[in-house]
Structures are given as C-alpha cells and as structure tokens.
C-alpha cells in the first residue's frame, strides 16, 4: 500500500464503520439475444457523455478502506469534460484531502500524509514514464462516471483497437490501448445483458489490466440516477486497486448536471492548483520542490 492511501485512511480516523445499502432490484429477465457491435456499445457510451458534460454534488459520501481498515469521509466533487476535476474531502468540517485537475495537470494533497506535501505533475510530463505514488487518477474516476467520449475528438482513439465478447451475464468492449506514461494496457467496460432501466446500471464495470493480464484497477457501478436529459449518473461506485489494497466506494447525493457553477470559464478557480498556507508544493517529475511564491513587496510612491 502507498504511504498516500494510507494517510488519506488516516484523515478520517475518527469517523465510526460505515455500512453498505440494499443492492438494487433484480433486472428484468429478457436478455438482449444478440451480441451489440462495437459501434453500437460506443455510440451507448458516447450519447451519456454528451448529455453528461459536467457535474458536481456537494454530498458525496466516502468509505475508504485500507488493508483492513474501513472509515468514512465527507466531501464534494466538481468534474467538467474533458479533464477537469476536482475532489475535496472533509472530516467534521475540516478539510483533509484535495484531488484535481485541468487541461493541464493533476494534483494531490493528504494532511495526514508524511509529509503532507502538495503533489502534481503535468500531463506532458506524465507520458514521458513518471510513476506515480498515489493510484487514485482523476481520468479514471470520469471514466467510471460515464463522462469519458469514445471517438475522433480523442487522440487516442483507433477504432480497430476494441472489440467486443459475450459473457453469457454481460457484454465485454475491449480496448487495447496505453497507459498515460505509455505503458500497454487493456480496458474492458462491461454492460448488462439486458436493457437496465430505473436504478440498475447499464455498465456495471470499468477495468484495467497491465499487459501481462494483472488487474491494476476496477470500478464497479452498482446503483445508477437518471437525469431528465437522459444522462444516467453513477450513484454507487466501488473503486479498487488490488496492488494497494485500497478501495473508495463512493455515493453520489444531490449531484447537479451541466450546472454553470462547474464551467471553469465561469469559475475559473475551481479547477486551479491550489496554494495552501505552510504547505510545500512538490513537482513529482522533477522530484524537487517548487521554489515559494515571492513575498509581496511594497511600492514606494513619488513624493511631492
């Protein structure tokens, strides 16, 4: 486990066991009898995205475990396509962690972490190979969201590159893809087999898998909202990173759908890096701390 998961288990130390809710109801018997091409999956995917640009939710709700140790956190969730994202976490009014990111870059802050430094990194510098100390990476948590576009507006994307398989419960698209820092890896987002409706999730999954078939992390969708657009929004996400032994189910109160308060143009501080008071700021490419912020100097003025 990375000392950053651990200490952002430590954040909430004081917070009881949290429990989990009554699964959603059994979906329905019919089952779709032939298996969906890859463009149909993606055109799915796609139509939620574009009724899904933005949302925000001030009452998110967090059980964090680490190895096995389970505590629960407050907190609010800002995401706006395509990267930007911003993740606050509380504890009785005091806040303890900070995730976001922009175009630009992503960063990180634990208070609880050893030391509870300010890290980020740009995207630039994230594909020339940085490995990362903290698994939780804001792209991922868009894409579980249902937020993610599978077409031409992605650079990335190479319709030959997915396919699809049929697994008796489920459907399969996978896509064999890299990693930001390069790496193969293969994702697989799975759907029921059936046309979910009400609270039962159409994608039930997301994982990713290093090249050699080693699951890095998964998150599943157990419980979905339905926007008047027609956007399905993810109400219940359980995240997990077997190698760290970490897992973060979230739920998803009050969330808000395209709102103008989570446009970065209209609030254009909501997805900047923050500076905190006392708190060094560390550039994980570079492995060196940034140098402070030059202190204010006082402007002489022209007598008379």
Known sequence: MTAAACALVATAGCMG?????????????ARISQTPTRDELLAYLNR??????ALETR????????????????????CQQPRNFRLRA???????????????????????????????????????????????QPEWVM??????????????????????????????????TTSPQGQPVKKVTVFNNYNASGTTPQVTALRLYDSGGKLICQATISEVRRDLSGAVIPHKVLFEWPEQKLKMRMTLDG???????????????????????DIRSFNLARGT????????????????
């Not at 066991?17 to 018997?29: C, E, Q």
């Not at 939620?48 to 640009?53: M, P």
């Open 255 to 277: 969330v808000i759908v395209n709102s103008p308060s989570s446009d970065a143009v209209q609030n254009p501080r909501l997805y900047a890096r923050p500076v905190l008071t």
């Open 143 to 176: 894409e579980a969201l249902g937020m993610a576009r599978y077409d031409a507006s992605r650079p990335t994307f190479r319709a030959e590159n997915f396919s699809v398989e049929s697994r008796g419960q489920s459907f399969e698209l996978i896509e064999q």
């Open 48 to 53: 939620n995205a574009q009724r899904l640009t």
């Open 289 to 304: 701390y940034d140098a402070p912020p030059a202190p204010l100097q006082r402007m002489g003025g022209v007598g008379r």
């Open 59 to 78: 009452d998110l709700d967090m059980d964090i475990t680490a190895g096995r140790e389970t505590i629960g956190v407050g907190g609010s969730l800002y």
């Open 17 to 29: 066991l949290t429990s989990g809710s009554k699964a959603p109801a059994p979906p329905p018997a």
């Open 90 to 136: 509380k504890v009785v009014g005091k806040e303890v962690a900070d995730v976001g990111s922009n175009d630009h870059e992503f960063w990180y802050w634990i208070s609880e972490n050893k030391p509870p430094d300010l890290y980020h990194c740009s995207y630039a510098d994230l594909a020339q190979g940085v490995r990362l100390p903290f698994p939780v």
